[in-house]
C-alpha cells in the first residue's frame, strides 16, 4: 500500500466519523441510517488494516537495515582479518575471497574472483584437494587442520593448514565450501627467527661466560675467534691489539689459512680495515674487499688466500680503543648489518676480557720477576753463605794444613841455624830433605787452594778428551807415589770419548789416584776403567783394595774442606773438593761406591761426545 492510498482511506473515514458526530449532536438534518453506520465500520477496518500494513512494513524496513548493517560488519570483518577467507561454489571456483587470501597467494584480489581454487594447490596435493572437496559437498561435514599446499602467483610454495566447511542455501542444499587458511609456513619462519634469535643470544651469552672464565690472554683470544667464526659462519677472524709502546698493529691471534703466517704480524697503526676501524672508533662491513679502498691487500697476499667480505669491529673499554677484531670470508656478501650489531656486545665483552688477562698477565709477570729476584736474592744469600763457610774452611785448612810442613821447616831450619857447624853430613842432609818436602807440600797445597777457588770463576772451552793420553800424564806426576807404595794400576785398552777441559779432567784423575794409592791396600792395587750408563754419558772410576768406607764417610767426603778424623787422617782434606767442583763445572757428577772390607770405587760422570751434541 502506498502512502497516498494511506492518505484517502484515512481522509474519507475522518470525514464519515464528523458526520457521525454531527448526527449525534443534532447539527444536521439528516438522519444517522444504518447504512452510513455501515460505511463508517468499513472505514475504521480499513484503516485499521492500513495501519497494520504500515507496521509490517515499517518492521520489515528496520529488519533490512540491521541485516543490512549486520552484512557490511561481517564484510567488513571478512576484508580485515589476518587469515585468507574464501568461499568456493560447487565446482571449485571462487566467489568471494578476502585481501589477506589475495596477498597470501601474491594475486590481484578482483583477479581471484572466478578463478578455480586448483590453479592455487601445487599440482601434486590437487587429486587430494578434489578427494576431500567432494566428500565434504556429498557427506555434509567440517574438516579443521587439514594441510595443503597452495602456490602462490610468485611459484613459491606455501604450507598451509586449512579449515573448510560447506556453504547450503535456503532449502538445506550444499552450494559451495568456505575456507579458511592460515600459513603454517610463515609461522615456522617466525618460529624459526624466534628459535634462531634464541640460539645467537646463546651463543653470545656463551661466549662473554667463557671470555669471563679465564684471565689467561691467549686463550682469551681463541676463544673470542672460536665463538666468532661459529657464530657468523666465516672462514677466518684475527685480533688486532694495538701496541703500547710503539702505537703499531699486532696480529695477536689468527685462525685460517696460513694463520702462523699472520700471528705476530704488525703494521702502520693506520693500516687496513682494523687501522680504520680503531681510529674512527666504529664498526664497518666491506661486501666486496676488490672495490674498497680500506683493505690492506697485504694480507691476503702473506696468507696467499683472498678475503672477499670482511666484518671488523672495535675493541671498546673505558680508556678507548684497544684493537679491533676482524671476520673475513671467502664470498662476497658475507655479512650483514644484523651481524654487526651481533658481534657489537661481543667484542665489549672480548675487550674487557684481553684488559683483564692483560693486567693478570702483568700481575704474573710481576710476580714471576718478584719470585725470580727473591730466588736470586735467596741464592745469593747461600752462595755467600757458602763462601763464607768456604773461607772459614780455606781459613782452618790453612792454618792446619800449613802449620805442619811450616812448623818442620822452622824447627829444623832453627836447628840448622844454631849448630850447623857441629852436625854430620848425614844428619845435616836428613834435615835439609825434610824442609825441601815440606816446602813442596806448601808448594802443593797453595797450588790446590789455588785451582779450587779459580774452577769457580773460569770459563774453559770443553772439547773431546783423549782420556789415555791424560790419564797417563796424571802417572808421570804421581810416578814417585807409585813407585814408593809399589802400587798395581790396570788399564781398559781403550776409552771411550767424553767432553771436558784436559787440564781440569788431569786434575781429578791425580786425585783420585792419589787417594786410591793412600788409602788402598798394602800393596795397593788401583783398577781404572770406564762404561756408558746412559745415553749421551759416560763413567769413569777408579777401584781400590783398600778398607772401604761406612755409609757417614761417604756422605762426608765430597764436603769442601771436609777431613775424614780416622780414615783420612793422614790427607789434607782438598783433593776430593777439587774434584767435585771441577766435574759439577763441567756439567757431571761425582760420588763413590763403599762396603767395609770390599774397598771403594771413586767415579765421575762426563757428558759424552755424541755427533749431535754442541
Not at 176 to 187: F, K, P, S, T
Amino acid at each position: 500500500m502506498s502512502q497516498d492510498d494511506l492518505g484517502q482511506r484515512i481522509e474519507a473515514a475522518r470525514q464519515q466519523l464528523e458526520l457521525l458526530k454531527q448526527q449525534v449532536h443534532g447539527t444536521t438534518d439528516k438522519p444517522l441510517s444504518v447504512e452510513a453506520l455501515e460505511k463508517i465500520a468499513t472505514s475504521i477496518e480499513a484503516l485499521v488494516a492500513a495501519a497494520n500494513e504500515l507496521r509490517r512494513q515499517n518492521d520489515v524496513v528496520t529488519t533490512d537495515q540491521v541485516a543490512e548493517k549486520n552484512r557490511r560488519f561481517h564484510q567488513q570483518m571478512f576484508e580485515s582479518a589476518p587469515d585468507g577467507y574464501l568461499m568456493t561454489d560447487r565446482a571449485g571456483s571462487i566467489r568471494e575471497a578476502n585481501q589477506a587470501a589475495a596477498a597470501m597467494l601474491h594475486v590481484n584480489h578482483d583477479s581471484m574472483i572466478g578463478e578455480s581454487l586448483h590453479a592455487f594447490v601445487v599440482e601434486g596435493d590437487r587429486q587430494v584437494l578434489h578427494h576431500q572437496m567432494t566428500q565434504l559437498l556429498n557427506q555434509d561435514r567440517v574438516v579443521s587442520h587439514w594441510t595443503i599446499r597452495l602456490q602462490a602467483r610468485t611459484g613459491d610454495a606455501i604450507l598451509t593448514q586449512l579449515s573448510v566447511g560447506p556453504v547450503h542455501d535456503t532449502t538445506g542444499q550444499a552450494i559451495g565450501l568456505r575456507w579458511l587458511l592460515h600459513d603454517v609456513g610463515e609461522r615456522k619462519r617466525v618460529e624459526e627467527a624466534l628459535r634462531q634469535s634464541n640460539h645467537e643470544m646463546a651463543l653470545l651469552n656463551s661466549a662473554i661466560q667463557t671470555l669471563a672464565s679465564t684471565l689467561d690472554l691467549r686463550c682469551v683470544l681463541i676463544n673470542i675467534m672460536e665463538e666468532l667464526t661459529r657464530f657468523l659462519d666465516a672462514e677466518n677472524c684475527s685480533v688486532w691489539l694495538t701496541d703500547p709502546a710503539t702505537g703499531e698493529l699486532v696480529c695477536r691471534e689468527s685462525t685460517g689459512a696460513n694463520r702462523e703466517v699472520v700471528r705476530g704480524w704488525r703494521l702502520a697503526p693506520e693500516s687496513g680495515l682494523a687501522g680504520w676501524v680503531i681510529r674512527h672508533g666504529e664498526g664497518i662491513i666491506v661486501a666486496d674487499t676488490r672495490g674498497d679502498e680500506h683493505h690492506y691487500k697485504g694480507v691476503d697476499q702473506k696468507t696467499g688466500v683472498e678475503m672477499r667480505s670482511i666484518l671488523c669491529a672495535p675493541l671498546w673499554v673505558q680508556q678507548g680503543v684497544i684493537g679491533a677484531l676482524e671476520v673475513t670470508d671467502t664470498e662476497v656478501n658475507h655479512f650483514t648489518d644484523a651481524d654487526l650489531r651481533k658481534v657489537e656486545p661481543l667484542a665489549a665483552a672480548a675487550a674487557t676480557a684481553i684488559v683483564n688477562a692483560r693486567l693478570y698477565e702483568r700481575a704474573q709477570q710481576e710476580i714471576a720477576d718478584r719470585k725470580r729476584a727473591e730466588e736470586a736474592l735467596r741464592r745469593h744469600a747461600a752462595e755467600l753463605l757458602a763462601r763464607n763457610e768456604e773461607l772459614d774452611a780455606f781459613a782452618h785448612t790453612v792454618a792446619h794444613d800449613l802449620k805442619n810442613p811450616l812448623s818442620i821447616i822452622v824447627g829444623f831450619a832453627e836447628s840448622l841455624e844454631g849448630s850447623y857447624a857441629e852436625l854430620p853430613p848425614q844428619v845435616l842432609g836428613h834435615h835439609l830433605h825434610l824442609i825441601a818436602d815440606s816446602a813442596r807440600k806448601m808448594g802443593n797445597i797453595t797450588d790446590e787452594l789455588l785451582l779450587l777457588a779459580g774452577v769457580r770463576k773460569m770459563q774453559v772451552l770443553v772439547e773431546p778428551l783423549d782420556m789415555a793420553s791424560i790419564v797417563a800424564e796424571a802417572r808421570r806426576r804421581l810416578t814417585t807415589i807409585i813407585t814408593a807404595a809399589q802400587a798395581e794400576i790396570s788399564l781398559p785398552d781403550t776409552w771411550p770419548v767424553a767432553v771436558g777441559h784436559a787440564m781440569w779432567v788431569e786434575q781429578v784423575w791425580v786425585n783420585y789416584i792419589s787417594n786410591g794409592i793412600k788409602y788402598g791396600g798394602e800393596p795397593p792395587r788401583l783398577e781404572l776403567g770406564a762404561e756408558a750408563p746412559s745415553p749421551g754419558w759416560v763413567r769413569f772410576w777408579v777401584r781400590d783394595n783398600g778398607h772401604g768406607l761406612s755409609p757417614e764417610d761417604q756422605a762426608r767426603l765430597f764436603t769442601p774442606f771436609t777431613r775424614l778424623e780416622q780414615v783420612r787422617a793422614r790427607g789434607h782434606g782438598l783433593g776430593l773438593s777439587i774434584v767435585r767442583r771441577i766435574v759439577e763445572k763441567l756439567g757431571g757428577q761425582v760420588g763413590v761406591e763403599s762396603q767395609i772390607g770390599r774397598g771403594s770405587t771413586f767415579f765421575f760422570t762426563l757428558p759424552g761426545a755424541e755427533p749431535d751434541r754442541p
